[in-house]
């Protein structure tokens, strides 16, 4: 064999050690995860051609050894794996909340269930299961109050309702958790504190499958939707690929079916569903780059800080949108400012004597040029100002950054957000400017020739 010393042979190392690098480290002979395939298998799971591994891009996540193709079956996880609400009704707590009134609900039931086995360590039977659970999360509910500040409404507004909620979900379980004293030798309030709620609460939301139990009577109203499956809640989400998952009454499993194909050696996704960058954040934690779904919301307030408070008509054009739904949900895309924005920006800018033309506007149809040129100078004004803005969070997020290692983490997925957000907002900018341009040139044309 040739020696590969010199220059070439320097070369092609450093490329091996960098691909090594970033490529995925193989997880599966740590002791933790030894024990997870044990005690799947004991539970009636076949051995896929899966892996657990560590990727660069997506943090720990399942590596295939064989390709995929459309329609294989990814992983099939026996129903014995799962942990549904039946589970918790079928253990020491079944008594306990079938008894309560008024009745917990189904989400409820599974966070105190995780926080009672955990708390039981070893005498756990779900103890492998519950060792490879993340010790805490990265939704918006762990960050310090100056994370939260940095990131664009409407999701900071969400983030604080999220917390809200889950602090009411723990002041409004503390007589249900006092109910359980006598299965612990501790005061409960040490067992079921605060910390330990959001924990388990982030766990059920970030990692539970959907499907669809029945719902007991002892159980509020609230729908019983969520399991937790073991394994199968190592795949991660991309926002391309296309899978089936259902439980399987014939094979009593719950089963994931490719929809597309995957490369050997490849991580396999699915998809958690058509979520832009801000549900992802809120809900599971991260941002996806280039994310199809992604958009940026333009508020309420910014829309309002960007129109003349000299117009008389403004009070009934506000009025009309929100009548007709025009005041939610308007945002820039990768594909520019969406038809919404625009629409509700050509209502807004409307002249006195072309008020009584609104439903026209609502219906999709042109008022008159100056309507479109108004409209299109009014949204390049305000994705001008939240490129601004955006710039300006960027600029306290470095400061902090600087300032602060603990923060780190949490300040690097504002970061990603609102640099997705960027190049959202500065090819809408382009693409504006591209329009105001053939508009100015269509309205010179026209002035010409009549
Ligand atoms: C169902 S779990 C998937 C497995 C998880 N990565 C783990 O190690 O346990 C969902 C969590 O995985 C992470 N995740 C999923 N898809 C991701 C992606 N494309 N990029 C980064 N993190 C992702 C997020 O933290 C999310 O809350």
Request: glycine share 4%; hydrophobic share 35%.
């Amino acid at each position: 064999m040739k020696n590969q010393r010199g220059r070439t042979g320097r070369h092609r190392r450093r490329k091996l050690v960098g691909r090594s690098a970033l490529g995925p480290v193989n997880y599966s002979h740590m002791p933790e995860y030894i024990q997870l395939k044990k005690w799947l298998k004991e539970r009636g799971f076949e051995d896929s051609n899966l892996r657990i591994a560590r990727f660069a891009d997506t943090g720990r996540g399942l590596m295939t050894t064989k390709s995929i193709q459309a329609g294989d079956v990814i992983i099939s996880l026996p129903e014995k794996c799962l942990l549904t609400t039946r589970t918790v009704l079928g253990s020491y707590l079944g008594k306990y909340i079938t008894e309560w009134k008024p009745p917990v609900s189904p989400l409820l039931a599974l966070c105190t269930f995780l926080i009672v086995e955990k708390y039981v360590g070893d005498l756990s039977v779900w103890k492998p299961y519950l060792d490879v659970l993340p010790q805490s999360y990265t939704c918006p509910v762990y960050w310090e109050p100056e994370v939260e500040t940095l990131l664009p409404e409407p999701l900071r507004r969400k983030a604080q309702e999220q917390r809200t909620a889950v602090q009411e979900l723990y002041r409004s379980s503390k007589h249900f958790f006092s109910s359980l004293q006598s299965l612990f030798s501790q005061h409960v309030d040490s067992v079921f504190t605060y910390e330990v709620l959001r924990w388990a609460w982030c766990t059920v939301n970030t990692r539970t499958v959907y499907m669809k139990n029945t719902q007991a009577p002892c159980f509020s109203n609230k729908p019983d939707v969520y399991v937790l499956a073991p394994y199968l809640d190592l795949l991660n989400h991309s926002p391309g690929v296309q899978v089936k998952a259902a439980f399987s009454e014939k094979s009593r499993c719950y089963e994931i079916i490719a929809g597309s194909n995957c490369g050997k050696h490849e991580q396999v996704f699915i998809c958690y569903g058509p979520h832009d960058n801000q549900r992802l954040l809120l809900e599971y934690g991260f941002v996806a780059s280039r994310n199809p779904h992604s958009s940026v919301f333009v508020s309420t307030d910014v829309l309002l800080h960007h129109l003349s408070p000299t117009d008389k008509q403004l009070p009934k054009k506000l009025s009309l949108l929100k009548e007709h739904n025009f005041l939610e949900n308007l945002t820039f895309g990768l594909d520019g400012p969406s038809w919404k924005l625009l629409t509700a920006l050509k209502l807004l800018c409307l002249e006195s004597g072309e008020f009584m033309c609104w439903k026209k506007v609502l219906l999709g149809e042109t008022v008159s040029d100056t309507n479109e040129q108004k409209s299109l100078t009014l949204v390049r004004n305000i994705c001008c100002h939240l490129i601004e803005e955006t710039h300006d969070a960027l600029r306290k997020l470095s400061h902090l950054q600087s300032e602060s290692v603990d923060l780190e983490q949490h300040l690097a997925l504002v970061e990603t957000l609102r640099r997705e957000d960027l190049q959202i907002l500065q090819t809408s900018a382009e693409i504006i400017m591209q329009n105001l341009h053939s508009e100015a040139i269509s309205v010179a044309h026209i002035s010409l020739y009549s």
